[in-house]
């Protein structure tokens, strides 16, 4: 099968389209024939290995996992003894952030994948996983967002930013989304009852009062949370010093600040896929690849502006 390779750390002119076995399928696992995958920025920090201590999870010198990719959509070929949940020719979703999604065939548990809904394409759904995930632990599990509850979204144009404010809006919240004025009617159509576009107020020296701050874009200061919210979650991060800084900051205060890293579950996908189905969700997929132009995704989605999706597609 063809698959989009690494065998050391660097940028996306590293990768290579190259034939690779196809893999087996373990007691617990599905094998899934891909037909998408979307780009995240966990893809060019495992590419590029970066931030260095990550490295200690996946391999010092070089990559231990030669196939770069967590998020993808398919059909499942095969299931091993023990899969309860999922079937052949089920199309389904998920996330491998170990990595070897951008490939043409995958196995994996079938604890992180969940099955389509039946109105729904694979472009769209390849672009679900990590960033949805993301949105809804985000608002719902560590933002505990209550019905009527106020909340800011700071980086609500990106892949994380557009899902949290649907999520937050179908859970009864009243939202202002932060983002550049180039994508203010983007968040407004999205749902946000409040946009601050952030080249015009300076968000340090906002002094609205929210319910939850939930930062995706990663550049709020410990002031900013305290300032502006009754409880905060942090989701992304600018540089490693910012969220070191931040976090250490975080351990002196009382203000409830969490931070945590989104998990690849099969409820919360059903819940996601759910929330397409009835219409309260929906993807913007900005760009679409092809698998052999899955370099080029990965170049576009580091300038960190991509407005909703970047997603890849392989021919069948
Ligand atoms: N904790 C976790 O488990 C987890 C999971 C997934 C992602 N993340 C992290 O979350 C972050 C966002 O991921 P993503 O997939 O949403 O990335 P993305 O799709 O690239 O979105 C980034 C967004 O940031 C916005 N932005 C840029 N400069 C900004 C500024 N000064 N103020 C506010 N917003 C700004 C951009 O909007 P404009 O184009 O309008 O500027 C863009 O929409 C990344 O750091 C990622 O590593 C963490």
């Known amino acids: ?55 200690f999870a996946t391999g010092l010198l070089k990559p231990k996992d030669k196939i ?80 009527g509850e106020s909340v800011l979204i700071n980086g609500a144009s990106g892949g994380v930013g557009h ?13 202002t989304g932060v983002c550049s004025s180039r994508n203010a009617g983007f968040v407004r159509e999205l749902g946000a009852d409040h946009v601050l576009a952030y080249d015009k107020t300076n968000i340090h020296e906002h002094h609205g009062k929210y319910d939850l701050v939930i930062d ?19 989701i992304g991060f ?6 070191i800084r931040l976090l250490l900051r975080s351990l002196f205060s009382q203000f ?9 579950k099969r409820q919360d996908l059903q819940t996601l896929a759910s929330l397409i189905e009835n219409g309260s969700l929906r993807v913007n997929v900005e760009k679409t690849y092809s698998y052999a132009d899955i370099p080029q995704a990965i170049t576009y989605i580091e300038k960190m502006h991509t407005r909703g999706k970047v997603a890849m597609v392989w021919d069948h």
């Not at 087996?24 to 966990?42: C, E, F, H, R, T």
């Not at 079937?87 to 548990?109: C, T």
């Not at 300032?227 to 979650?233: E, I, K, S, Y």
Request: proline fraction near 4%.
């Open 1 to 55: 099968m063809k698959a989009i390779t690494k065998t050391s750390y660097g940028g996306p002119e590293i990768l290579q389209l190259e034939e690779v076995e196809k893999p087996s399928v373990g007691d617990n696992q599905v094998l899934v024939k891909v037909y998408a995958n979307s780009a995240n920025p966990a893809d060019w920090h495992t590419l590029r290995g970066d931030p260095f201590f990550a490295r």
């Open 68 to 147: 770069l990719g967590a998020d993808f959509s398919g059909v499942v070929e095969e299931t091993g003894k023990n899969v309860k949940h999922f079937q052949p020719g089920d199309r389904v979703f998920g996330e491998y952030l170990k990595g070897g999604a951008f490939a043409e065939y995958l196995s994996i548990n079938e604890e992180h994948c969940g099955k389509m809904p039946a109105n729904s394409g694979f472009e769209e759904m390849a672009s679900v996983p990590i960033a949805g995930l993301t949105a809804i632990q985000g608002v719902v599990t560590h933002g505990k967002l209550k019905a």
């Open 163 to 175: 899902f949290a404010i649907q999520i937050a809006k179908a859970y009864g919240g009243v939202v």
């Open 216 to 234: 995706t874009h990663g550049n709020l200061f410990h002031a900013d949370f305290k300032r502006m919210g009754h409880r905060g979650v942090l």
């Open 238 to 243: 600018t540089t490693m010093g910012h969220m």
């Open 256 to 264: 409830p600040l969490t931070q945590f890293t989104a998990q690849a």
